[in-house]
Nanobody, 126 residues
Framework: QVQLVESGGGSVQAGGSLRLSCAASGYSFSSFCMAWYRQAPGREREGVAAINSDGSTSYVDSVKGRFAISQDNAKTTLYLQMNSPKPEDTAMYYC????????????????????WGQGTRVTVSS
């Protein structure tokens, strides 16, 4: 059974840093796309970042240069390093996984991700 469990959320001041983690079990990362999504109150769910099996990454423009998606050597934990977070980054953050399409992983294609965690809340104050 595939299971994704997020952790590391909390409150942080603007300009600080935070690292979210996603513990994955029940499958191998090697054949999957992994991604982080977020949803703020009153807003649509938004793809934040995705990572491919070769380690290449992609990000929504609003977080480029500030956030970094990565995974550990065992490929059992996914991370989102959040540097210089802004109040507009406040949201519930979700870890997602899905089989890698033939064309690769896209951070914005939510339909491609079959498995989702329960989320971890991030609040950024100014």
């Amino acid at each position: 059974q595939v299971q994704l469990v997020e952790s590391g959320g909390g409150s942080v001041q603007a300009g600080g840093s935070l690292r979210l983690s996603c513990a994955a079990s029940g499958y191998s990362f090697s054949s999957f796309c992994m991604a982080w999504y977020r949803q703020a109150p009153g807003r649509e769910r938004e793809g934040v970042a995705a990572i491919n099996s070769d380690g290449s990454t992609s990000y929504v423009d609003s977080v480029k240069g500030r956030f970094a998606i990565s995974q550990d050597n065992a490929k059992t934990t996914l991370y989102l390093q959040m540097n210089s977070p802004k109040p507009e980054d406040t949201a519930m953050y979700y870890c997602a996984a899905g089989r890698r399409p033939y064309y690769g992983c896209r951070y914005y294609e939510a339909w491609a991700y079959s498995y989702w965690g329960q989320g971890t809340r991030v609040t950024v104050s100014s």
